[in-house]
Each structure stands twice: as structure tokens, then as C-alpha cells.
């Protein structure tokens, strides 16, 4: 999909500069799963879709002996992202400009392993070939590695107007819950490939999975 890098420029150009104050009070779970990625000292994690990098400066800040690496399609949100690391003084984040679907730890960020911890945080339902980016990130995660990812759910536990309400207003942005993704990813736990732990939060508004591959 050659026009994502185009159509996430387009989207972000002028939204990267209200972005962190304005997403705050509805990207719910960020900060929880931040909270429980348990980075340890050493280790090597890419978040995909890293946006102005709020969560990456959040972890480096947190964990200053780990590495984190960065990917986004559009080249105006990395801007942004870039200065704010820079401004951070924090020298542990990498940012490429790349595509979910379309990365590698060697091609894209030059390393000779595959990451500890790969996530998405409100970036798989901007993506139409989720499947393929899910399959993507686990190829780039070493064994015992972890896939995790915060996003909205089905909001089947709040008020059938608020559901209809928050997904027309998410439709405007280009964002949806894909129907097939959760039972994508219970295929793969039931075929050995991962672990799967899933946790609906605030009454299924979101989710947060974690895929953890075999050793
Ligand atoms: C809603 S923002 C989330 C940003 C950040 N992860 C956060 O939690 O604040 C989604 C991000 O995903 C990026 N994105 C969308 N489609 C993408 C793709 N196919 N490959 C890589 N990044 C993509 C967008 O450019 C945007 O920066």
C-alpha cells in the first residue's frame, strides 16, 4: 500500500501539533500498558505506528539502560517525534519512517537480532492489512519475545449510543476495531505460535493483548 505513507502524512501534518494534548482522554490504556510491558535493563524494543513518540520517551525516561526503536508511516508525525526526543535529550530512541506490513530488524534498523518486545498503541485499527503487520512483528520478535497492543475494543459492555456515537466519530480518522483480528490472534494461540493473554478494560472501550512466542 504505497499511499499509507502519503495518506498518514495528509492526516497528521497539522494534527502533530495537538496530538499528546488532545489524545489523552481517549487513547485509554496507554499508561497500563506501559505499566506492565516489564522492559528489563538491555533490552530492545520497537513500538510500530510510534506517532510523536509519547510512549517511547515515556519508556526510555523509565528503563535508561534498554533500547527503543520507533517506526511510522508518515514522516511529519517523526518530526515531530524527533524533536521531542531531541528536546528529552534521551539518545536510546531510534525513529525510521516505515510500514507495519513492510519492516525488518535488519533492513529498517540495521540489527543483527530480532527485538525483546515489539508493540502497537492505537495504531493496528488505522492499519487495513493488520494481519499481515501482525505477521510481520512476530517474524521480527525473537523467540520468548513478546507482541503486545493496546486498542479500541467492540464497547459492547457500555451504551449502544455511545458505541454508535465513538465508532462513527472513529470512522472520520480512519479507525475501526477489525472484526477478525481477536480470532486471529486465538488461531495462533491454538496453533502454538504465541501465548495469548487478552484484557478488555473500561467496559471492552479497549483492550490490551499480549502475544508472547515460544522459546
Ligand atoms: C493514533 S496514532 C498512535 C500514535 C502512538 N502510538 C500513541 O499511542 O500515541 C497511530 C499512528 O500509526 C501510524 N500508522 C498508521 N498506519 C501505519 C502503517 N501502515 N505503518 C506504520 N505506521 C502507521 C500513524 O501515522 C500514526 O502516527
Redesign the pocket.
Known amino acids: ?1 504505497p499511499d ?1 505513507f502519503e ?3 495528509r ?2 501534518r497539522l494534527q ?1 501539533y495537538f ?2 494534548t488532545t ?1 489523552k482522554y481517549y ?1 485509554l490504556g ?1 499508561d497500563q500498558l506501559l505499566n506492565e510491558m516489564n522492559v528489563r535493563s538491555g533490552e530492545r524494543v520497537l ?9 517511547l520517551i515515556i519508556l526510555a525516561r523509565r528503563h535508561p539502560d534498554a533500547h527503543f526503536y520507533g ?4 514522516a511529519a ?2 518530526e515531530t517525534a524527533q524533536a521531542k526526543t531531541d528536546n528529552a535529550g534521551l539518545k536510546s530512541i531510534t525513529l525510521k519512517t ?6 525488518s530488524f535488519n533492513g529498517t534498523f540495521g540489527r543483527a537480532v530480532p527485538f525483546d518486545k515489539i508493540f ?4 493496528i ?5 493488520w494481519r499481515e ?1 501482525i505477521d510481520n512483528a512476530l517474524a521480527n520478535l525473537k523467540p520468548g519475545g513478546t507482541l503486545y497492543l ?1 486498542d479500541f475494543y467492540d464497547q459492547k459492555d457500555l451504551p449502544a449510543a455511545f458505541r454508535k456515537l465513538l465508532k462513527w466519530w472513529l470512522r472520520k ?3 475501526q476495531f477489525w472484526d477478525g483480528l481477536l480470532p486471529y490472534f486465538s488461531s495462533l494461540d491454538k496453533d502454538g505460535l504465541v501465548r495469548l493473554d487478552l484484557k478488555p478494560l473500561f467496559r471492552r472501550y479497549s483492550f490490551i493483548a499480549s502475544l508472547k512466542k515460544p522459546i
Open positions: 500500500m499509507a495518506n498518514m502524512d492526516m497528521y502533530r496530538y499528546d489524545r487513547l496507554r513500538e510500530v505506528g510510534c506517532g510523536t513518540a509519547r510512549n517506526l511510522d508511516a508518515s508525525m517523526l516505515a510500514l507495519a506490513d513492510d519492516f502497537f498503541s492505537y495504531s485499527s488505522m492499519i487495513p492489512p503487520s493496546v480518522f480512519h479507525v
